[in-house]
């Protein structure tokens, strides 16, 4: 039995006989678990730092507080209810604001990835709020990421302003950057949003390396072309 489910018999006293969501939760808490230690390991987050979540059944499973991601314990995850209050694990990281607002500007997302990855928070304190963050170059930019980035104005973590001004921006599309904090990304599943969130910081990246130079834009009608064959 799993220790959610534990929980919810323990506390709802339903009894519920364990069925095919345990096992697609069982799974979800071990790919959460590894794709983080791999974020980990490549240097996408480093100490504490940066959060992610996933849809299940009709609550949300999400990294705890003050948990790294290279070391994430699948037990431990918080499990949330449709509310968003905690069912079972630890705490969940404080940054829960940020998915939240997420899932409800993006009702199809089903999972969120936030890191302060070094190229895309370098570049969020220079970006200018409303801005295109960074251009679109490649075409895996404009599928993954969409053609235009937001930039969004520097809010206290968990504060009620950044909520609002979060959720509003990701209604235009599935990643922004968070002035002078990090990256943000949604997906329509796990594996997604884990790929968009490194496809941003290598976009970060490229505009670093490319700064001060002449790249080549990607066409209008380019653009358009990618954009029909974008990956949600
Ligand atoms: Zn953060």
Same mark, same amino acid.
């Given at each position: 039995?799993?220790?959610?489910?534990?929980?919810?018999?323990?506390?709802?006293?339903?009894?519920?006989?364990?069925?095919? =969501?345990?096992?697609?939760?069982?799974?979800?808490?071990?790919?959460?678990?590894?794709?983080?230690?791999?974020?980990?390991?490549?240097?996408?987050?480093?100490?504490?730092?940066?959060?992610?979540?996933?849809?299940?059944?009709?609550?949300?499973?999400?990294?705890?507080?003050?948990?790294?991601? =290279?070391?994430?314990?699948?037990?431990?995850?918080?499990?949330?209810?449709?509310?968003?209050?905690? %069912?079972? =694990?630890?705490?969940?990281?404080?940054?829960?604001?940020?998915?939240?607002?997420?899932?409800?500007?993006?009702?199809?997302?089903?999972?969120?990835?936030?890191?302060?990855?070094?190229?895309?928070?370098?570049?969020?304190? %220079?970006?200018?709020?409303?801005?295109?963050?960074?251009?679109? %170059?490649?075409?895996?930019?404009?599928?993954?990421?969409?053609?235009?980035?937001?930039?969004?104005?520097?809010?206290?973590?968990?504060?009620?302003?950044? *909520?609002?001004?979060?959720?509003?921006?990701?209604?235009?599309?599935?990643?922004?950057?968070?002035?002078?904090?990090?990256?943000?990304?949604?997906?329509?599943?796990?594996?997604?949003?884990?790929?968009?969130?490194?496809?941003?910081?290598?976009?970060?990246?490229?505009? *670093?390396?490319?700064?001060?130079?002449?790249?080549?834009? %990607?066409?209008?009608?380019?653009?358009?072309?990618?954009?029909?064959?974008?990956?949600?």
């Amino acid at each position: 039995m799993t220790r959610s489910a534990q929980h919810s018999t323990a506390d709802s006293g339903s009894g519920a006989p364990l069925g095919a =969501g345990d096992d697609a939760e069982r799974r979800l808490r071990d790919r959460i678990v590894a794709l983080g230690a791999s974020l980990f390991a490549r240097g996408f987050s480093v100490g504490s730092a940066g959060n992610i979540s996933a849809r299940s059944g009709d609550g949300v499973l999400m990294t705890p507080t003050n948990a790294s991601l =290279g070391r994430l314990d699948p037990e431990r995850l918080s499990l949330l209810g449709p509310d968003y209050g905690r %069912l079972s =694990g630890d705490l969940p990281s404080k940054e829960v604001v940020l998915h939240r607002a997420v899932y409800e500007a993006r009702p199809d997302a089903r999972a969120v990835v936030h890191l302060h990855s070094p190229y895309a928070t370098a570049l969020s304190c %220079l970006a200018q709020e409303s801005e295109q963050a960074m251009p679109a %170059l490649t075409p895996y930019h404009v599928m993954r990421l969409g053609s235009r980035v937001p930039v969004i104005r520097y809010g206290r973590p968990g504060s009620d302003e950044l *909520f609002a001004e979060v959720r509003d921006a990701m209604r235009s599309g599935p990643a922004a950057l968070l002035g002078n904090h990090g990256s943000l990304v949604a997906g329509a599943s796990l594996e997604d949003a884990v790929n968009a969130a490194e496809e941003l910081e290598a976009s970060a990246q490229l505009a *670093f390396v490319l700064h001060g130079r002449a790249p080549r834009s %990607l066409t209008p009608d380019e653009v358009s072309e990618l954009e029909r064959m974008r990956i949600r």
